[in-house]
């Protein structure tokens, strides 16, 4: 999701530094190596369910809302 898979172009590159700066501006808790190996949506939402201590539903619909309109 937000790693680097290799043989991606430029922009790819730049969008997934973007998002994962943004996650970070979110999620202050998440450090760059969290958000360096999240490769989908259910582990991000994993992630901020354990280190926030919020229930499922609430990770859940945080993430998404977040993830809204981002292309991954």
Do not use: H
């Not at 970070?24 to 760059?32: D, E, F, G, V």
């Not at 490769?39 to 945080?62: C, F, G, H, M, W």
Request: proline letters at 3%.
């Amino acid at each position: 999701m937000f790693g680097y898979q290799g043989g991606e172009c430029q922009e790819t590159v730049a969008r997934k530094i973007g998002y994962r700066s943004d996650a970070k501006r979110q999620w202050s808790c998440l450090t760059p190596l969290d958000l360096s190996q999240i490769k989908n949506e259910e582990q991000l939402i994993t992630l901020v369910k354990v280190r926030y201590s919020l229930p499922y539903e609430t990770a859940k619909a945080d993430v998404q809302g977040w993830m809204a309109g981002k292309q991954f």
